[in-house]
């Protein structure tokens, strides 16, 4: 292949021609195609690393980071198909404390509707979480910590507890194999992956989902953050009204799972094709419906309708699980993430 055709077709590689050759043998040798080009550009990117004048604790983090994502990501694809939630509270609380029998509750009635179960794998909320779903539909993600964060008995030793160092990549691996959010009392940690998943849902950075606040009977603890939330992000303009309809507040546990199986009851998933947006959904809609679609949420489509289409696009081949579902199609305006939630819960709706 002649340096500009090579070029072309990988350009982003190395600057030694020589070195590129080594990188086909070394792919040939480790049974890949020299063709794959995402692990070539993996390659490439550990090279370059190597080039450059960074610090060796730079080298070190993303060195440590890939090798937590990699793992994760093998540990957790045997599953990937299967629907989870995210369960975060606080490590603190007590096993006779409500809100960790609401919490093993919840967790329990998830695996009734064959949802497994992910959380921070230590104490408390945690703990609640995977004793209620038990340790066959249990994940963990722990976090190294000088202190509290122990794997609790249900999932230690478990082949589905991953260790982190860094909470970043533990975040992603959260969001990455979950379907849900659900936020239970907690500190810190719990704000932190709370507003993440917000962020993450109200900017598109992730497909829409259910983000539960489930708290005990009685209990203030969400009632005052949703206080503040009206009082001073949608009253002072910080977030749009509707931002607010991306969370559910409850203190039943089965309506907190009821709310996230209704969710899925029809629509399935998402994906963006080009400049158009695709929602998969298990049951094509009627004529009359998808009429009430175009008319209710005119304000999201930037040109056109929402079409639906019976077949899968060809840029969906590598998605084979999805191939049996209808597909709504349209030019979603990406400033209204909330309003897709509306139209979502259209879809679902009778």
């Given at each position: ?318 998605e084979p699980r999805t191939f049996s579902f209808a597909r ?15 139209l979502i819960s259209a879809i679902n709706a009778?």
């Amino acid at each position: 292949m002649k340096k500009h055709d090579r070029f072309r077709k990988y350009p982003y590689q190395m600057e030694k021609p020589a070195v590129n050759e080594m990188i086909d043998r070394l792919m040939r040798e480790a049974g890949r195609s020299a063709d794959d080009q995402y692990i070539r550009e993996i390659i490439v990117t550990a090279l370059k690393l190597g080039q450059e004048d960074l610090e060796l604790a730079d080298i070190k983090m993303i060195n440590t980071a890939m090798k937590e994502l990699r793992y994760a990501l093998k540990v957790f694809y045997p599953y990937r198909y299967v629907r989870k939630v995210a369960i975060f509270g606080s490590a603190r609380t007590p096993k006779a404390a409500e809100a960790y029998q609401v919490t093993k509750i919840f967790a329990n009635l998830m695996t009734q509707e064959n949802w497994m179960v992910i959380t921070g794998a230590s104490a408390g909320i945690m703990s609640a979480g995977n004793e209620g779903a038990g340790r066959t539909n249990s994940f963990g993600a722990n976090i190294r910590l000088p202190f509290e964060q122990d794997a609790n008995p249900v999932i230690a030793n478990d082949p589905k507890l991953i260790s982190f160092k860094y909470f970043f990549t533990r975040k992603l691996i959260f969001m990455r194999e979950s379907d849900a959010t659900v936020l239970c009392p907690g500190g810190f940690g719990t704000y932190d992956e709370g507003f993440e998943t917000l962020t993450l849902v109200q900017t598109g950075k992730t497909n829409p989902r259910p983000i539960i606040c489930l708290d005990p009977p009685r209990s203030s603890y969400w009632e005052s953050f949703r206080t503040f939330l009206k009082k001073e992000l949608v009253q002072k303009k910080m977030i749009d009204p509707d931002d607010m309809d991306l969370i559910h507040f409850t203190h039943d546990p089965r309506d907190a799972v009821q709310t996230i199986v209704r969710f899925y009851r029809n629509y399935h998933s998402m994906r963006y094709i080009r400049d158009r947006l695709v929602l998969r959904i298990q049951k094509p809609l009627s004529p009359e419906k998808l009429n009430r679609l175009n008319r209710d949420f005119s304000d999201i489509v930037k040109k056109g309708e929402i079409r639906q289409y019976a077949k899968p696009f060809e840029e969906e081949e590598n998605e084979p699980r999805t191939f049996s579902f209808a597909r709504l199609v349209f030019n979603f305006d990406m400033r209204h993430y909330a309003r897709l939630h509306h139209l979502i819960s259209a879809i679902n709706a009778d």
